[in-house]
């Protein structure tokens, strides 16, 4: 506990080290924690669960008093781990407005702003993987019914000789 931030840490079930590597992350590491999930329809088409939140993606907020409500994402503040989304903001007590920060577990992605070219990247890579997995395991689902309708009709025939066996002890009594 002594250093302020190990990049060797590898985990700890204390969840005071673990509130210290998360507040004491270098900037660099502090973009995985910017992870929101994808829509459903997102999911489907790129193959990803969650990806970093970016200016520019149209959000929807999933928890809290703006439940429901969508709009772009207008700032990302990565020392606080926050989001700051267009259109939602609060009332101060001195009559101006403050734009209302959300953690990006609480918003969901409805739609990416496909700008950056690291971003379409990363993406297309994990698309790449998918297709590849999709066409194994294809192959492997018609190796695996061959297999399984032989080894069915191994158990009819083995349920077939048990049954006679049992039938003749009755016959002997």
Do not use: C
Not at 40 to 45: I, Q
Not at 123 to 138: C, M, T
């Amino acid at each position: 506990m002594k250093s302020k931030f190990s990049k060797t840490w590898k985990a700890s079930k204390q969840p005071r080290k673990q509130r210290k590597y998360l507040a004491n992350a270098p900037l660099h590491l502090r973009g995985k924690f910017m992870a929101a999930t994808l829509s459903k329809v997102l999911r489907g088409k790129y193959g990803v669960r969650n990806i970093e939140v970016r200016k520019g993606d149209e959000v929807k907020i999933m928890r809290g008093k703006f439940k429901k409500k969508t709009g772009k994402v207008g700032a990302v503040d990565l020392k606080r781990t926050a989001v700051s989304i267009d259109g939602i903001e609060k009332l101060k007590k001195d009559g101006s407005k403050s734009a209302v920060k959300f953690h990006p577990s609480k918003v969901m992605i409805m739609s990416l702003n496909l700008d950056d070219q690291k971003r379409m990247k990363r993406i297309k890579k994990v698309d790449d993987k998918v297709e590849k997995k999709a066409d194994v395991k294809g192959e492997k689902k018609v190796e695996d019914k061959a297999g399984k309708e032989k080894s069915e009709k191994g158990t009819e025939e083995k349920k077939s000789d048990k049954n006679t066996e049992k039938k003749n002890v009755h016959k002997k009594k």
